[in-house]
């Protein structure tokens, strides 16, 4: 069964930096898009960032271009989301999501979703 | 900017049918595909439909997905209602390089 771990949530000061991470497992990692989507306290699902299954494709809300970075290490099979710049508006659960699509550039259907990782931005 | 839209809320009976309708404003809902997502209070989303109809391994077939070009819509529908099948269901789908998620609707089974 595929399993996506998050980690790397805290409470952080606005302005300053934080890295999740997303290890995975069970499913072959490196042919496959993955997907950071957030969602704050009480409120409904918010799509963040999608990188390609090789890395050379990514792509961004609107509310995070600029400040964030996602990245993939495929040889240690972990996803990760740079966050810079931090504002208060940040604060929610972020969860790494597998798609569905084998090797390609760009994918919109996510199968599987991690347990999320909180992120808290207050001074 | 593409948006789909979803009532705030629905509710039904244990075993009755139950129909979420997901309404995309501008273009062709069926242009591309319409996932749906289910997610209880205090846990994850999980995928209980993708590509407008499919049902990933097991999620129950009283779950189903469909598309309507005429009304630019797509609906999940739940047959026979659990009491488990209380949660929050979010619509999504795509243009070329975003995703778009629907408000969500939380479904009351009373």
């Known amino acids: 069964q595929v399993q996506l771990v998050e980690s790397g949530g805290g409470v952080v000061q606005p302005g300053r930096s934080l890295r999740l991470s997303c290890a995975a497992s069970?499913?072959?990692?490196?042919?496959?898009?993955m997907h950071w989507v957030r969602q704050a306290p009480g409120k409904g699902l918010e799509w963040v960032a999608v990188?390609?299954?090789?890395?050379?494709?990514?792509y961004y809300a609107d509310s995070v271009k600029g400040r964030f970075t996602i990245s993939r290490d495929n040889s240690k099979n972990t996803l990760y989301l740079q966050m810079n710049s931090l504002r208060a508006e940040d604060t929610a659960v972020y969860y790494c999501?597998?798609?569905?699509?084998?090797?390609?550039?760009?994918?919109?259907?996510?199968?599987?979703w991690g347990q999320g990782t909180l992120v808290t931005v207050s001074s | 900017n593409f948006m789909l839209t979803q009532p705030h809320s629905v509710s039904e009976s244990p075993g009755k049918t139950v129909t979420i309708s997901c309404t995309g404003s501008?273009?062709?809902?069926?242009?591309?595909?319409v996932q749906w997502y289910q997610q209880r209070p205090g846990s994850a989303p999980t995928t209980v439909i993708y590509?407008?109809?499919?049902?990933p391994s097991g999620v129950p077939d009283r779950f189903s997905g469909s598309i309507d070009r005429s009304s630019n819509s797509a609906s999940l529908t739940i047959s026979g209602l659990k009491t488990e099948d209380e949660a929050d269901y979010y619509c999504?789908?795509?243009?070329?390089?975003?995703?778009?998620f629907g408000g969500g609707t939380k479904l009351t089974v009373l």
């Open positions: 999504q789908s795509y243009d070329s390089s975003n995703l778009v």
């Open positions: 999501a597998k798609d569905f699509g084998y090797r390609i550039t760009f994918g919109g259907v996510i199968d599987y």
């Open positions: 590509e407008d109809n499919q049902r």
């Open positions: 501008s273009g062709s809902i069926a242009s591309n595909y």
């Open positions: 990188i390609s299954y090789d890395g050379n494709n990514k």
């Open positions: 069970e499913f072959t990692f490196r042919s496959y898009g």
